[in-house]
């Protein structure tokens, strides 16, 4: 192999380091476990991915525009019960638009907090949004009066969570299906539109971004919407496959939807990345948790692996900046 070739593909592979990954870890553990690969377990896997490809899809935008968001828990588990609370009193499908929009409310209001307070770097906001998630699981707890919400006790119908939660389309969960939909929107959303080129040109340089006249401020708010509707969405996808809501729903999940981010490729300091390789990110956690699954680890020890993924992939973030 030339010296040209030999760069080029080194270049490549670390450009693709994720995809060749996720390629190696499958080819292993089939070897290992012949089952990985049969119809059903590649089912579950993407029933599996419920809520936390939606969740990393909005953390993708935050992350982008050169933030961070810790109230993510605290927002799936307050849209989970309200939604479950509703369906007897609006209907099913009251229930899910209502979530959903409460997931928007909040995510705006998370913003405004964020902009009022002066919170512009990515240390001031974390303490701001972890503090705003205690305030989403206080009032889940409140509203579902510290019990399990069970949307099958609910007298009205409710198909339209039985179909998301459980129906697929040949091996495809319907849920896998709805998100790839939504997927596509917010790639074309995130690289074709103005609002999307502004949110990199913030989280590249807030200054140069307010100094060519765009109100970063709104921008933010902007932000923090758009990851409140997609978290909403993934909290509404797990209420669907788990059947129950309460205000421990959401918890762990703000970490792993920053780990598929980052591993994705999507840098930390904000101003690149893309939605779809934070999906290649997704399919790499998923995956590599039903692998240790399928080989009998411990929950300790998947999360080990868990947080040495984190950390080489936050150290090759950085090596690229140097």
């Known amino acids: ?14 450009q693709n380091l994720v995809l060749v990954g996720i390629i190696v870890l499958v080819i292993v553990t089939a070897l290992v476990e012949p089952k990985f690969l049969q119809p059903r377990n590649l089912t579950n896997v993407m029933k599996q991915l419920s809520a936390l490809p939606f969740v990393a899809l909005g953390m993708t935008f935050v992350i982008i525009c050169g933030f961070i968001n810790l109230s993510v828990p605290g927002l799936i588990s307050l849209v989970a019960v309200i939604s479950a609370l509703t369906i007897n009193t609006i209907g099913q499908g009251g229930s899910l638009l209502l979530g959903f929009a409460v997931g928007i409310a909040l995510g705006w209001l998370t913003g405004l907090v964020l902009t009022t ?8 906001v974390l ?6 998630s205690r305030v989403f699981i206080a009032l889940a707890v409140m509203l579902s009066g510290a019990k399990t919400v069970r949307i099958k006790d609910s007298t009205k119908p409710i198909t339209i969570y039985n179909m998301l939660g459980s129906y697929n389309v040949w091996i495809f969960p319907v849920v896998f299906l709805f998100f790839i939909v939504i997927l596509i929107i917010m790639h074309i959303f995130l690289t074709k539109t103005l609002p999307g080129r502004l949110i990199m040109l913030t989280g590249g340089n807030k200054d140069a971004a307010f100094l060519a006249g765009y109100n970063v401020k709104r ?16 909290s509404l996808a797990m209420l669907a496959r788990i059947g129950t809501a309460q205000s421990g729903n959401g918890s762990g999940y703000e970490t792993d939807a920053i780990l598929c981010v980052v591993v994705g490729g999507t840098s930390l300091k904000g101003g690149k990345g893309s939605v779809l390789r934070t ?3 997704v399919a790499l956690i998923t995956l590599l948790g039903n692998c240790m699954n399928m080989l009998g680890l411990s929950t300790y020890m998947q999360t080990v692996m868990r947080g040495a993924v984190l950390v080489v992939a936050i150290w090759l973030d950085n090596r690229k900046e140097l």
């Open 117 to 124: 307070c002066g919170a512009m770097t990515q240390a001031e």
């Open 127 to 132: 303490f701001i949004t972890y503090g705003l």
């Open 1 to 14: 192999m030339s010296q040209t070739n030999k760069t080029s593909f080194m270049k490549w592979l670390q």
């Open 219 to 234: 921008i933010m708010r902007m932000v923090y919407a758009i990851c409140g509707g997609l978290t909403a969405l993934g």
């Open 279 to 281: 999906m290649f990110g």
